[in-house]
């Protein structure tokens, strides 16, 4: 094959990006913690699509345009500034979840009472693997929306995606390899970060986190602060 090491260094250069911790990462933490591994998973679903808008334009070209013109680099960098401090405002808010109304109280003793100690177990692993929240879900076209905007706006992405179409893959590669390149690597994303959001959403680990996961939730939202202002400042 006469193209597998070039892939294979792709991959090696993609892998060590997406798993660096960013944007995407801080979102699909965030998303799994406060609304579950289904949300999480729809946000990681977004982010991989969004590789797909980048390998277009990079495929065109328009990745040197917009790397190469100060004013719509810089665009692009303030709309996603402050689409993460968006993200970063509904992170910090994050409180501890609400005890349950009492006619709830008394519904959950009284299934408890109905069952023996390996059904309660079960329960509750079922439970923190869902990572049940009393907090309202968002729907999965905006989990999708979040995800897509997320990666999308990132001008970061645009200058790994430069790079990458400019540097690492040669000039000759036909149009077909680069496509199934670009293919890959919106695949690889969107399962890595799936595999993080059905991590974060097991049983064990939400039973690590337990009822202290909202101070999680608030150091994501630090993190999506500091991002927004690398991003305008560097």
Not at 56 to 78: D, E
Not at 92 to 117: C, H, M, T, Y
Not at 213 to 233: C, E, Q
Request: positive net charge; aromatic residues 12%.
């Amino acid at each position: 094959m006469p193209y597998l090491n070039e892939f294979l260094t792709i991959a090696l250069v993609h892998l060590v990006a997406v798993a660096s911790p960013g944007p995407d990462f801080a979102v699909v933490v965030r998303n799994s913690l406060a609304y579950g591994r289904r949300i999480a998973i729809y946000t990681s679903t977004g982010i991989g699509l969004a590789i797909l808008l980048h390998v277009g334009y990079s495929l065109v070209g328009l990745s040197v345009v917009i790397a190469t013109t100060p004013w719509l680099f810089k665009t692009f960098s303030y709309l996603a500034a402050g689409y993460l401090l968006y993200l970063a405002y509904g992170a910090l808010k994050s409180g501890p979840s609400q005890p349950p109304v009492e006619g709830e109280a008394e519904v959950s003793n009284n299934v408890d009472n109905k069952v023996d100690n390996s059904d309660k177990n079960r329960l509750a692993n079922t439970k923190a693997a869902n990572n049940i929240k009393a907090s309202p879900l968002i729907s999965a076209q905006k989990a999708l929306w979040i995800g897509f905007l997320t990666n999308g706006l990132n001008p970061k992405a645009t200058l790994f995606f430069l790079s990458l179409f400019t540097a690492i893959i040669d000039i000759d590669t036909p149009f077909s390899i680069k496509l199934g390149y670009g293919i890959y690597l919106a695949i690889a994303t969107g399962l890595w970060f799936c595999f993080l959001s059905y991590l974060l959403s097991t049983s064990k680990i939400a039973q690590l986190i337990g009822k202290k996961g909202y101070w999680l939730d608030r150091a994501m939202g630090v993190l999506l602060v500091g991002l927004a202002a690398k991003l305008v400042l560097g």
